[in-house]
Structures are given as C-alpha cells and as structure tokens.
C-alpha cells in the first residue's frame, strides 16, 4: 500500500491520500478524540500525540497537529497507522455511523433561496474545498446572512475568512442577491 501525502492551505493538517475508498458517500468529521467514538481509524489516529482533528473525504483522510508538533515526528506514525488499519480488515466507520456530512435542513419562506445556496456550494464551492483537504457545509440562513461549517484542513485555518469573505461571499452574492454576508459557525 502506497500513501501519498499533500500539503493543504492550513500549516496544522496534512492530506493523506490511501489510494483507495476511504467513505462510500459523504465525510465524516472528528474535531476532537472524543468524537472519534463511531470509528476504529480515527480513533488509531488520535492515538498518535500531537493529534488534534481527523476528517475523512471519499478518498482522503485530513489529520490536524497541535502547534507544539512537527510534522516530520508526526508523519511516520500516521503513515503506519493508516497502513496498520487499512491492512487490518477493520472498517473505516463502524455500522450504522452516520457519513452524510451533509448540510443543515432548513424550513420556512426561504426555501428556494436556501436550494439555490446549497446547489452554489455542492457545485462550485465544496469540490474545490476537498482539493485541500476540507469541507463546507450549510448551516443557516438568516436575513440575509448563510452560516457555514467548516470542517477538516478548512477549520482553524489561516486563509478561512479569506476563503469565505472573498471568495464564498462573492460567488453567493453574485447568483442570490438575497445573500448579503457568510459567516463561520463552530457546530
């Protein structure tokens, strides 16, 4: 098994590519270890010191350090554990984990505003998020305001608000009028 590695946009998280399925559909996010309780991989990653986050993508794993870590001791303890779980049979997620990571429902009069912002974000935006190493999911929407999450190589990250100001902002603004700002939530 071969792992490739790529850097990401957020000096703290690192992209491992296996080579093969991580998740069926959707992502699964792990900001802390105590989240980490419906899968067996996660959970061998937050044993490694020094990590922080874990976020998995169809066919990418992300994996947050704190500051206070190298990645060059970090790295070769992860490449084995992600080596270690693949070759073990054991699943990703256990059965019966929920790997949506889908967006926010939401009701009420503005419903065809809200489809138009999640068909702007599955389309345009979220694609180009997972290049790095991330997600970006719906929130909210509140006069005017679209609240999203931020997930994975996105979460903590020094060009976040960048991302979302300049580029998410502008793209929602210049499809749905009705959309005035983005704003960051922690879920």
């Not at 020094?158 to 210049?174: A, D, F, V, W, Y």
Request: charged share 20%; proline share 6%.
């Amino acid at each position: 098994m071969f792992i490739q590695t790529e850097s990401t946009p957020n000096p703290a998280t690192l992209k491992f590519l296996p080579g093969q399925a991580v998740l069926e559909t959707g992502t699964a996010d792990f900001p802390a270890a105590e989240a980490a309780d419906s899968s067996p991989l996660a959970q061998r990653l937050f044993a490694v010191s020094g990590v922080t986050g874990v976020f998995f993508g169809t066919d990418f794993i992300t994996v947050t350090k704190d500051d206070g870590q190298e990645w060059d001791h970090l790295k070769p303890a992860l490449l084995g554990a992600i080596m270690e779980h693949f070759q073990s049979g054991q699943p990703v997620m256990a059965s019966g984990s929920d790997t949506s990571g889908g967006h926010a429902e939401h009701s009420g009069e503005d419903g065809h505003i809200v489809g138009q912002i999640k068909e702007l974000l599955d389309s345009r935006v979220r694609p180009a998020v997972a290049q790095d190493g991330g997600d970006i999911t719906f929130h909210g929407f509140d006069r005017g305001v679209v609240y999203l999450h931020m997930q994975g190589a996105c979460a903590g990250c020094p060009s976040s608000t960048l991302t979302l100001k300049m580029g998410i902002e502008n793209l929602l603004r210049h499809y749905i009028p009705e959309v005035t700002e983005v704003r960051p939530v922690a879920v």
